[in-house]
């Protein structure tokens, strides 16, 4: 999301009103499946209405708001996907990102406890019922982390020397993604994935899809009380980790990290940064945290870059990937 420009101010501060309508028009549609109904086919709004069990006038008016956003095309009384919405909103593509929309729509209820984070600086407690739907989140929580990493695998694949790289850790990895995608394109990488016991089943079960069981494994581990899988490693991955930890734990973290690497061999953080990446999305990703997690928070470029250095990494380089996040990486001296 980008700020406003001086030309726009009173256009783009009205439409901040309403852009919650628009996300609660595109998590609907994602939730009831309509992308993967009109997947290939023109299809008339009551035979949309009728699969979906909806009334008809209704959904020609959800159809209506999504023409005009450009998510659907329309010839004559049928309806279809466009190219973008073929692309990253049917499940049946290899770039679906529905699991992030659902996720952001899980959100909701957490935002809309912000005055009480704000005057406490301190997270809601989840009451009973959020609580007790934790395997569902999680499912929700980790397909989200997935969908955004399999789009920004790629961009950070361009500014690391995965070609010399022989072992990685990635830590705090979810459910594999960056490991399985990575060790995808470079044949000779083998990865072990470290996280929390309930991710790491999943993350078995994407590594055993991907079928690179023989050089990617998933391993449970604590990251700041247990000892990290045994190394040493050529690089280590730390994505989205930090974000969730006070200073103290993250300094920790990243010290440990960096005792597990080769001489020579790269600490990686990719993360929400403040100093890069778009800084609205790194402050609104801010706020996430201050009504998600108990201590979490997005930090500056330079305190992590003290930390890395206080690790013993030197050589410290920076990069903007895409939707917020950055990349920060250095050499262990
Ligand atoms: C925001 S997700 C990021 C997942 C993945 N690295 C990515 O960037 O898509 C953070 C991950 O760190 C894991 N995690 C949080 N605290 C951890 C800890 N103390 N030790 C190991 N894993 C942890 C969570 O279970 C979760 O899978």
Known sequence: MKSASASHKVEWLLSLGTSFQASQVLFESVRLGLFDLLDGAWLHAGSIASSLSLAPAAVERLLRVLIEMGILAKKGPCYRNTALSK???????????GD????????????????????????????????????????????????LGR????????????????????????????????????????????????????????????????????VEGECLFDPLPPGPFDLVFISNLLHIYNEADCKRIVKK?????????????????FGCGDSVSV?????????????????????????????????????????????????KS
Not at 134 to 146: E, I, S
Not at 257 to 273: E, Q, S, W
Not at 286 to 300: A, N
Not at 318 to 330: D, K, N, Q
């Open 87 to 97: 692309k990253y909103l049917c499940a049946a593509s290899s770039f679906y990102i």
């Open 100 to 147: 992030f929309f659902m996720h952001r729509q899980s959100l909701q209820q957490p935002w809309s406890e912000l005055k009480a984070s704000l005057k406490n600086n301190f997270m809601v407690r989840p009451d009973r019922n959020r609580l007790a739907d934790y395997p569902r989140q999680l499912k929700k929580f980790t397909g989200a982390m997935d969908a």
């Open 151 to 218: 789009l920004k695998s790629e961009h950070i694949m361009a500014h690391l020397a995965l070609a010399d790289t022989g072992r990685m850790l990635d830590l705090g990895g979810g459910i594999g993604t960056y490991a399985v995608h990575f060790s995808t394109r470079h044949p000779h990488l083998q990865a072990v994935v470290c996280d929390l016991p309930d991710v790491v089943r999943l993350a078995q079960r994407n590594i055993q899809k991907a079928g690179l069981q023989k050089r990617v494994s998933a």
């Open 257 to 273: 990290a960096a005792a597990a690497l080769t001489k020579g061999g790269t600490l990686v953080v990719h993360d929400y940064i």
């Open 283 to 331: 402050s609104l990703f801010d706020m996430t945290m201050l009504i998600g997690t108990p201590q979490g928070r997005c930090y500056e470029q330079a305190d992590i870059a003290r930390w890395l250095r206080a690790a013993g990494i030197k050589k410290i380089q920076s990069a903007e990937i895409l939707a917020g996040t950055s990349l920060l990486w250095g050499e």
